[in-house]
């Protein structure tokens, strides 16, 4: 029988479970190896940060009061609902514990809870004489290592959780908290102070709106490349990157200063995959098209290691789903890859072709295009890409009119077509974002 070893329990790892459990035809024995205490990856909120209970790097990167920040809509599983989860229409933007009540609800029904060792963390995985894969690992609940022997190994650990933190001058005597975004929990921590926030893609942005929401004095957004460019509330402002920091006075490259109680780091993550063997681990910047992936699925230098979600993402559960049914399907013998000479061949013209993208319009497209070409290739159910990639585009202009606004808006169900109902309370004025409080009626 076909062992096949999946790595992380969070979004991806339950799409590759759930892509098994849902073929009658298969009889791949399947064992996901999940370092946290229970699933839902990101999606499984931690209050923790640095070490975790065992001593393991802290995965969670998500944070109080965080809401979904695109339309619900275009990540909607094609085989499982928001409605028949539900039972009902909900708005568009949920906060994170609806998302992850989602994400748990089709993990349930789908019964594969058992084929998943929680707590056990993969220190290696390497080739072994008998041409598969040993696997190790350590059990943190027993304090004993494992190691089992697989035929494959999938790869879904996420992307999303070892900081990049980029170092400017004067972080060495600066006063005041000096965090990376993932280490960020609660936004009511920085009411009345003065924040700096770098970076100015979605982490600077929603930390930006965050704690302007709840209650910060200022925000002063510092970006490399250019200011994010919304119609900022009073309270947040941008400038230029940073060169340096004395004391608490942060200057700018435009010669401007800034005296700041606190800096949050939104410089992003990197692709960290201690635990695979040189010549298994995935090198890859965040991009839409990764290096070494055929398909964006399969490792090129050997077919039988996949790595599931390693993009940079507009799409993301479906997509997930998408590349588990596709991972599911090599795996079984039913897609015939190339050689590696041409899977070298589609990632560098892949590459190509995204280098010659104009812009994030393009970018949706380009991603929505990516997702369809899985979906065709297996019986994971179509679920109308174009309306998705319109969706994004609609969303994208909601959040250049109102980046504090954008989430009062209501999408459409690419299963059901019904349009969401807009949620009793404004984003900027739901100061709970608990699961009752959103499917309420009213606040
Ligand atoms: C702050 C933040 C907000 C986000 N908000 C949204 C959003 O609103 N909408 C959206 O669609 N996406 C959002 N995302 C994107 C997010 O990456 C995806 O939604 C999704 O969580 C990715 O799933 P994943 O399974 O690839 O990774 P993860 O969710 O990161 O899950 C990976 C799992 O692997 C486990 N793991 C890691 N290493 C090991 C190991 N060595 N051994 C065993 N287990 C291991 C982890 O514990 C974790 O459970 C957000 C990301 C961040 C950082
Ligand atoms: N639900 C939510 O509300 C929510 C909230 C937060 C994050 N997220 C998700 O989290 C994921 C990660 O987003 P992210 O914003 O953390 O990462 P990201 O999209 O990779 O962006 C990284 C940012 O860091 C900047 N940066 C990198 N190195 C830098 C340096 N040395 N100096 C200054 N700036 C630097 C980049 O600037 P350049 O552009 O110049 O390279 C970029 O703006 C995304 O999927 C996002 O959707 C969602």
Known sequence: MTRVAVIGAGPCGLSQLHAFASDPQSSAEVVCYEKQDDWGGLWNYSWRTGLDE???????????????????????FA????????????????????????????????GFRDQIRFNHAVRRVSRNS??????????????CDVS???????VASGHFSTPNMPHYPGYETFGGTLMHAHDFRDAAQFAGRTVLVIGSSYSAEDVASQLWKYGARSVVCSSRSGPMGFDWPDGITERPILTHIEGRTVHFADGTTADVDAIVSCTGYLHHFPFMDDELRLVTTNRLATSDLYRGVVFVPDNRVMYLGMQDQWYTFNMFDAQAWYARDVILGRIELPDAAEQARWVSEYQALEDQVADDYGLIDFQGAYTQDL???????????????????????H??????????NGHTSPLTGTVA????????????????????DSA
């Not at 001593?55 to 695109?70: F, I, K, Q, V």
């Not at 979906?375 to 202009?397: G, I, R, S």
């Not at 959040?399 to 009062?408: A, F, L, V, W």
């Not at 109902?421 to 309420?440: C, K, N, Q, R, V």
Request: proline share 6%; charged share 30%.
């Open 54 to 76: 065992h001593g393991e790097p802290c995965h969670a990167s998500m944070y109080r009061y965080l809401w979904s920040n695109g339309p619900k809509e275009c990540l909607e």
């Open 421 to 440: 109902p807009i949620h009793h309370t404004a984003w900027s004025e739901a100061l709970d974002d608990s699961l009752e409080s959103y499917l309420a």
């Open 399 to 408: 959040k250049k009119q109102s980046i504090i606004g954008y989430r009062d």
């Open 79 to 110: 085989d499982y609902g928001f409605e028949e989860h539900f039972g009902r229409p909900i708005a568009s933007f949920p906060p994170r514990e609806v998302l992850y009540d989602y994400i748990v609800g089709r993990a349930n029904r789908s």
């Open 130 to 143: 008998g041409g598969g894969f040993t696997i190790a690992a350590h059990d943190l609940a027993r304090d």
């Open 375 to 397: 979906v065709d290739q297996t019986d994971y159910p179509d679920f109308n890409t174009p309306l998705v990639n319109k969706m994004f585009k609609d969303w994208k202009k």
């Open 148 to 154: 089992d022997d697989y035929d494959y190994v999938v």
